[in-house]
């Protein structure tokens, strides 16, 4: 989908973004990961070309992105960042319909996307179309940011610490949200945090960045079980490795055949959520029961503790 | 009594209004009369120009008034009884000019004295003491502007203040005033619209090339600082000479003296606030939404035009309120230099020693350079609700 080929962007003396070269998959999120400075965000922004590389390339859909003039490049891929970056002279509906005016779309096609995408993000149109942003909170703006950048339906979506700005709880809320968009409408989506956490809650691949190299590009998993180096391992965290790692299997996905009179958790839930569940119950095995209801499998202590290291 | 009674606290601004009003009421003539336009004055007190019914009325309005001032806290009734007092120390001038006119004397002159000036004063601080007060929205303090406009040029048409020595001088000069009124109009307006055209994008282009701010703003700056008068002297000696060389420029009323020197200089003069503010301006615009705006894949013109400069016009028209209301007070000394305007009337004025001649040129000024100020602000004010940042740190 999108093809990146020995991107390096130099300021003066300074390598800001040093040969980095990898694929992102088609309808996935791809989460660039780093300290800042590490030139993930430059990274980011030569995909759009808000940045100009200084050499190499990128492709879109086998193109280069440098067939085309920037702001017309810039209308098909669909772009959110921290603090939002809200017209605050537009309206919520106005601010949404950025790009679709750009592009001339008729006003009535306009109207009905604006509507669908304040409905999906929970934003109720009739009270909030004709609002500013500034009377909206702060988590309000955010999803109105994300709606905006989805307007146009781009293939790709590009997110600069989009959730920076927010408190944990409304962030866990968008997090979700993003990952049901991003199922719901199969967008391939790059994602750039600081926040290792959060780039393994929502990241399909990880590509950790550090000082302007791509030090690893692999799945979450990988990154836990087999890290490049000593920095990788460190930025995935050492103390808590093994429950991450848990963290990342569903209990679907590690339910063995059979059944169980123990606590019941849900095939969705995460294996350290079972773990926690059976720790606190002092039980030894759990049923899991599908989306459905319906029983699927058990899952034993044992069983998940030897999912726990590599 | 059971009920404690309020403290009464005697309110210091109502105090200081009370005692001028009250000492000049004493002390100072109400009215000045002269039998022509030449002769000295003779102070005439309120007893002697009023009926002893109306005299003692107008006391009672403004003791009305003083009670007011002095204890109540109410913004609106403080407003209202100012605007009473106003409106009855006008026609109480008015009545005493009527009265000490002999029937179809044009000869005799009747000014308002000091004691009305006084009192024109305090009212008017009061009343404006009031309206900062109860912090009136844009749209009321314009609609309160125009309702006062009306009023006055209302009573100004129908001849309530025919018999003071000012209008009398607008009889005389009835057909010039209105020309000289247009022309500083103009002129303000004129050489304000002129340094919009250049100062936008003179502005436009220190946001965009950081490096060109300081030395732009620097020489700007400089012309600032010359005063207008020798700004005059210096235009003329360039634009005498161009006239002289180019017939072209000299058909088009380029002049070393007259209007041109004028507004060359007020447009310098308003250079630097509209290039200034404009800085100012685009550099508050939040670095997200720009950023955001060329992320969506607007091109820089529409970012300019959709979002910075939206963003941007309530510093702007900052600027642009202190470049009119600047201008139509430096207007009036173009007169000097033959740029003409109400300032003609001023300077006239000054040279025959007749101060109502005076008052014709800057009356008008002040009320002009006034409403200018409040439309302005006004407009400001309204625009920042909507799209400052303060708004949205607040909700």
């Not at chain 1, 980011?44 to 990128?58: A, F, H, K, Q, W």
Request: contains cysteine.
């Amino acid at each position: 989908m999108i093809r990146i080929e020995n991107l390096t962007k130099q300021y003066d003396a300074t390598t800001v973004v040093d040969d980095v070269s990898f694929d992102v998959e088609r309808n996935s999120i791809t989460v660039i990961v780093g300290t800042s400075g590490s030139g993930k965000s430059t990274l980011l922004r030569m995909i759009n070309r808000l940045v100009e590389p200084t050499s190499g390339r990128v492709l879109l859909d086998g193109a280069d992105t440098r067939s085309e003039p920037a702001h017309l490049l810039r209308r098909r891929i669909g772009y959110a960042i921290q603090g939002n970056g809200l017209f605050p002279h537009r309206t919520v509906a106005e601010n949404v319909a950025t790009v679709p005016r750009l592009l001339g779309w008729p006003e009535e096609r306009i109207r009905a996307r604006v509507t669908e995408l304040l409905e999906i993000f929970q934003l109720d149109p009739a009270l909030y179309a004709s609002a500013l942003p500034h009377q909206l909170s702060g988590g309000q703006q955010q999803r109105v940011g994300v709606a905006r950048a989805l307007a146009a339906e781009p293939a790709v979506l590009l997110m600069d610490e989009p959730f920076g700005a927010l408190d944990p709880i409304i962030r866990d809320k968008a997090q979700e949200d993003l990952l049901d968009i991003q199922r719901r409408f199969g967008t391939t989506v790059v994602f750039v945090t600081h926040d290792m956490d959060e780039a393994f809650r929502l990241g399909h691949r990880i590509a950790v960045m550090s000082q302007g190299r791509l030090l690893q590009y692999d799945r979450p998993a990988t990154l836990l079980t087999h890290p490049a180096d000593a920095f990788v391992a460190r930025m995935t965290g050492l103390s808590d490795r093994a429950l991450k790692l848990l963290a990342l299997t569903t209990a679907g996905e590690a339910a063995l055949p059979g059944s169980s009179d123990g606590p019941r958790v849900a095939s969705s839930a995460s294996l350290r959520e079972v773990l926690s569940e059976l720790l606190w119950r002092r039980a030894d095995s759990a049923l899991v029961s599908g989306e459905d209801g319906a029983p699927c499998g058990r899952l034993t202590v044992a069983a998940i503790l030897a999912r726990a290291h590599p | 009594m059971a009920i404690t009674a309020p403290r009464q606290r005697v309110d210091r601004l109502g105090l200081l209004l009370t005692a001028a009003g009250a000492a000049a009421l004493i002390g100072l003539p109400f009215v000045v009369f002269k039998s022509n336009r030449i002769v000295p004055g003779e102070p005439r007190a309120l007893h002697e120009v009023l009926p002893l019914w109306a005299a003692l009325g107008f006391q009672a309005v403004l003791l009305g008034d003083a009670a007011v001032a002095l204890g109540v806290a109410d913004g609106r009734r403080r407003l209202a009884a100012a605007l009473a007092g106003i409106v009855v120390l006008a026609l109480a001038v008015a009545a005493a000019a009527n009265g000490l006119t002999p029937p179809g004397n044009k000869v005799v002159r009747i000014a308002p004295g000091g004691a009305s000036w006084v009192l024109l004063v305090s009212l008017g601080l009061m009343a404006t003491d009031a309206i900062t007060r109860l912090r009136p929205g844009p749209l009321a303090r314009v609609l309160l502007l125009a309702l006062t406009l009306v009023i006055a040029g209302a009573a100004l048409a129908i001849g309530t203040f025919d018999n003071l020595s000012v209008m009398r001088e607008y009889a005389v000069n009835a057909g010039r005033f209105r020309a000289e009124l247009l022309r500083h109009l103009w002129l303000a307006g004129g050489s304000l619209i002129a340094a919009l055209i250049v100062g936008l994008p003179l502005g436009i282009l220190c946001h965009r090339v950081p490096r060109l701010r300081p030395p732009l703003l620097g020489t700007l700056n400089v012309v600032q600082t010359i005063p207008a008068i020798a700004l005059f002297g210096i235009l003329m000696a360039p634009l005498g000479a161009l006239a002289a060389r180019v017939p072209a420029a000299a058909a088009l009323g380029i002049r070393g003296i007259g209007a041109a020197p004028a507004v060359v200089a007020l447009f310098l003069y308003s250079l630097l606030p509209i290039v200034a503010d404009t800085v100012v301006g685009l550099r508050r615009v939040s670095h997200e939404a720009v950023e955001a705006a060329l992320g969506m894949g607007m091109t820089d013109n529409q970012v300019l035009s959709r979002i910075e400069l939206p963003l941007a016009l309530p510093v702007i028209l900052t600027g642009i309120r202190v470049v009119l209301v600047q201008n139509i007070g430096m207007v009036t000394i173009a007169a000097l230099i033959g740029g003409g305007g109400l300032g003609t009337f001023v300077f006239q004025g000054i040279g025959q020693n007749a101060i109502d001649l005076v008052l014709l040129g800057a009356i008008p000024i002040v009320v002009l350079a006034f409403s200018a100020s409040v439309l302005l602000d006004a407009l400001i004010e309204a625009l920042d609700r909507t799209t400052s940042v303060s708004a949205g740190a607040r909700a």
